[in-house]
């Protein structure tokens, strides 16, 4: 069973950043793509950004030029960087594995996820 724990969420004004942290269990981490997701008021949940177990990534065109995932895999951890915020990326941000097999919708587990709230 996958454990995961999101973290580094707040508040930030428009044009501000954050960093997220995923922390994952570890028998699974280095043998899958890793994904964060995201889930805004009334809106279905998506994917935002992935990345390979070789570092390769893939980004939603809404975030693209912005967002940038990484891993650790020596700290079981992928991140995301967030920069140049948008009020509409306001959202529950979540991240889960292997994001290139399912769809959001097939996922069965989701850790607790990390509010991002961008307003001035």
């Known amino acids: 069973q996958v454990h995961l724990v999101e973290s580094g969420g707040g508040l930030v004004q428009p044009g501000g950043s954050l960093r997220l942290s995923c922390a994952a269990s570890?028998?699974?981490?280095?043998?899958?793509?890793m994904g964060w997701f995201r889930q805004a008021p009334g809106k279905q949940r998506e994917l935002v950004a992935a990345?390979?177990?070789?570092?390769?990534?893939n980004y939603a065109d809404s975030v693209k030029g912005r967002f940038t995932i990484s891993r650790d895999n020596a700290k079981n951890t992928v991140y995301l960087q967030m920069n140049s915020l948008k009020p509409e990326d306001t959202a529950v941000y979540l991240c889960?594995?292997?994001?290139?097999?399912?769809?959001?919708?097939?996922?069965?587990?989701w850790g607790q996820g990390t509010q991002v709230t961008v307003s001035s």
């Open positions: 990345i390979t177990t070789g570092g390769n990534t």
């Open positions: 889960n594995v292997d994001p290139y097999s399912r769809p959001v919708n097939e996922y069965e587990y």
């Open positions: 570890g028998s699974i981490f280095t043998i899958y793509p």
